[in-house]
């Protein structure tokens, strides 16, 4: 008797430690979505008696997964047929080399594609279904379940990328690859290396020497932000370059991983470090330096043979370095202040029959495009190369908003879309105050996701010509890697949905979940994430009926307290059900909370009631799309726009329009004064009107402005004037046309208007 029961013991222990090592199923929640994502019944047990069978074709992918298994586990996959096998067979039936097929049953996992770069893809998807261990090689276990379902994939938009500016900041070899890596786990396909710029040259030319003894470094680097005043320099030589080597290793780790590398040569603006290491390829000749500041500059490349000559021979260089389709040109924020000037110039003009300097930078991208067509490549520029005619063949990266991409699309060029608005990551991410330094802008996780990069104005032949679209990393205030990864992540994520997955399967709350779910796996990986989901955003609602202030969280699963009083809130605070009513000026504090604490950080609003919160408002202008604010009502919503961020939810922005603002009381009231206040941040084109109209029922009264052309960040205006009236009409003139010597000189200003305040 005692020996059964020791035997029962025993067997009892290797059950129980058996099944210990099998480590249960992940629940997929795969980033980006899939097409069509079905579940089945059962497991498939992946261990060390699991067989691999590749087809011919499929080396990079099996190679790919057989190297995650075993580095990631230990479970090293057998080359071999037989049961429990993972195989890759290939589909002749598929039209799209990146679509594939996963599909997982109780015996076998099943990889089918026309390509190795579609299996690469069904492998990130089958990663993204194993436990996040494998990611840094912390899974103990040698038997594990994957669910059994089937995935059918494809993506969106053949163009699907994020670009690096090397130029301000440089970052090793070994992060670059770690950013690749990321691109492809997330099915991202291009690598846009920004490699020059006003402030560094960055890519080893062995004919021009100086590139690399003199462009490749600069004085000393800003610190702080460019609006401060004084501006001050940390007096630090700074800088460095890829030596040819280098950015060989680079191409060829991306290959592996379906990454294609589109460097940037920037031209004929953002060239004042090749001008400084060879001044003859200015228009004056004298030597300036190496930029130790961000901004835009008027040493630009002169058009004169010299200059031609050089840029065939550094692309010479970069074209035996790069076997990329597509070499993008630069071509934005040239100003033309030097060619204006310059004999050679305005000889180019003349001789060429050009109507003027935007005619001139057309024929200087249209020769530059000719000489790499002649090499079998195509350009890409961003969306200035379309002021004064299009090159023939050139492919438009629109970022200032999305006409660019209309109008070239229309023009039947094809376009990448990667407007400011909802693509430039190097904006803030949240309105919390202690967020790091960034160049200002407000670009949340939701509103990434939200891009929609065919524009509506599109018809379904114009839209054919939108090859995908692009997040974009400028790194003036990215001094090290780990920044940068703030930046990126986790809103790349969204980027990787947007160009992959369906529009019509698009649900923030769910893709939310998913994303909170992939912080594991980005801890695993070291990437060092933005977590924002523990925060609270606030907007407020306002109707003739209703003056109330709404709370919202992205986070899933948890709960919001608040107070109104401005003390903290704790466990016996209130929990937030529904809009707060707002009947006098208050402060609500509110934070996200589980069963046992609070999570994140406290959210504070200071909200002020005044006599036109909730009243109706009109503007003669929409605000420009890319700085909607909370739309024309947020003007009188009780809310002030941050000091030092000009595109929060308060701010509104218009470009280069006259602006009449009206407010309806809705009766006669009595008031004693109109206040408001103007972003006027130059160096991002935005300047304060020189005055404003304030019109009464009865009388008006015309402020004049201290001088917009300052150091002031923010310019106030304040009407003191004791009336009845029903209407207040604000008269506000644009600035008009951006000063010589001034960020974005012959343009038009932008005006920023925050709330209005009536007492």
């Known amino acids: 008797m005692q020996n059964k029961k020791l035997t029962l013991c025993l067997l009892l222990s290797v059950l129980f430690s058996c099944n210990k090592k099998l480590v249960p199923s992940v629940e997929p929640m795969i980033i980006p979505q899939p097409s069509k994502l079905e579940f089945a019944n059962g497991d498939f047990i992946l261990s060390d008696e699991t067989q691999l069978i590749a087809s011919e074709g499929f080396k990079i992918a099996s190679e790919y ?9 230990g479970i090293s996959l057998k080359e071999s047929t037989g049961v429990n096998t993972i195989s890759f067979v290939k589909e002749e039936n598929f039209t799209n080399p990146e679509a594939y097929t996963l599909e997982v049953s109780e015996d076998k996992i099943t990889i089918s594609a026309l390509s190795d770069k579609g299996a690469f893809y069904a492998v990130q998807s089958l990663r993204q279904l194993l436990p996040v261990g494998f990611e840094n090689n912390t899974f103990a276990n040698k038997k594990l379940a994957v669910k059994c379902l089937k995935i059918e994939d494809a993506p969106q938009f053949p163009y699907r990328g994020m670009h690096l500016d090397v130029g301000r900041h440089m970052f090793s070899v070994d992060f670059i690859k770690k950013y690749i890596d990321a691109l492809a786990m997330l099915k991202l396909n291009t690598f846009h290396w920004h ?4 402030q560094g040259w960055r890519i080893e030319i062995k004919k021009y020497p100086k590139l690399q003894e003199i462009a490749a470094f600069r004085s000393e680097t800003l610190i702080g932000h460019y609006d401060s005043q004084p501006q001050l320099f940390d007096g630090k030589r700074y800088g460095g370059y890829y030596t040819q080597e280098e950015i060989k290793e680079v191409v060829a780790y991306a290959t592996e991983r379906f990454v294609t590398v589109i460097p940037e040569i920037e031209l004929p603006g953002h060239s004042q470090a090749a001008i400084a290491a060879y001044p003859e390829l200015g228009c004056t000749g004298e030597q300036v330096e190496v930029a130790k500041k961000g901004g835009v500059y008027e040493n630009i490349y002169c058009s004169k043979e010299e200059t031609f000559t050089f840029l065939e021979n550094v692309f010479d260089e970069v074209l035996a370095l790069f076997p990329s389709e597509y070499i993008h040109i630069g071509g934005d924020e040239a100003p033309k202040t030097h060619w204006k000037n310059c004999a050679a110039c305005q000889q180019r003009i003349q001789d060429e029959g050009l109507k003027d300097e935007h005619e001139l930078q057309s024929y200087f991208i249209s020769r530059i495009e000719k000489y790499l067509n002649s090499k079998g490549r195509q350009i890409i520029g961003w969306d200035e190369i379309l002021e004064g005619g299009l090159a023939p063949n050139a492919t438009v990266m629109s970022w200032r908003g999305f006409n660019g991409a209309i109008q070239a699309a229309k023009q039947q060029h094809q376009v ?12 803030y991410q949240s309105e919390d105050k202690a967020e790091p330094l960034a160049i200002g802008g407000y670009l949340p996780l939701e509103k990434v996701y939200g891009l929609n990069p065919i524009p509506e104005e599109l018809s379904p032949e114009e839209a054919k010509y939108v090859l995908g679209a692009q997040g974009n990393v400028w790194t003036e205030y990215m001094q090290s890697s780990k920044k940068v990864e703030y930046m990126v992540f986790p809103r790349i994520l969204a980027l990787s949905e947007v160009v992959w997955s369906s529009p019509t399967q698009k649900n923030y709350k769910e893709f939310a979940a998913r994303v909170e779910n992939f912080h594991k796996r980005l801890d695993a990986l070291e990437i060092n ?15 003739e009926d209703q003056v109330a202030f709404q709370l919202e969280t992205a986070s899933q699963g948890k709960t919001i307290r608040y107070t109104k009083d401005g003390s903290e809130p704790n466990l016996q605070a209130e929990i937030y059900t529904k809009p707060i009513p707002i009947t006098e000026s208050t402060t609500i504090k509110a934070s996200v909370f589980n069963d046992v604490e609070a999570l994140g950080k406290t959210f504070t609003q200071e909200i002020l009631v005044h006599k036109a919160v909730g009243k109706k408002i009109t503007i003669n202008k929409k605000p420009n799309p890319a700085y909607l604010g909370s739309g024309a009502s947020g003007l009188i919503n009780g809310i002030a726009g941050s000091d030092t961020r000009f595109n929060d939810k308060q701010w509104l922005g218009f470009w280069g329009e006259d602006i009449e603002i009206t407010i309806d009381l809705g009766k006669e009231t009595a008031i004693q004064s109109v206040e408001t206040r103007f972003h006027n941040g130059n160096v991002n084109w935005i300047y304060a009107p020189k005055e404003v109209t304030v019109v009464f029922d009865t009388a008006e009264e015309k402020q004049q402005l201290k001088s917009p052309i300052s150091e002031e960040l923010i310019v106030p205006m304040k009407v003191e004037k004791s009336t009845k009236t029903r209407f207040i009409k604000l008269l506000i003139p644009n600035f008009e046309i951006i000063p010589h010597g001034k960020a974005g000189a012959g343009n038009k200003a932008w005006i920023f208007i925050d709330e209005i305040i009536v007492k």
């Open 195 to 198: 490699l020059t710029e006003d």
């Open 529 to 543: 994430y933005a977590n924002h989901f523990y925060e609270i955003e606030g907007s407020m609602i306002t109707s």
């Open 65 to 73: 997964l057989k190297a995650f298994i075993l580095e990631g586990s």
């Open 416 to 427: 990448i879309l990667t407007p400011g608005s909802h693509c430039y990551f190097d904006h």
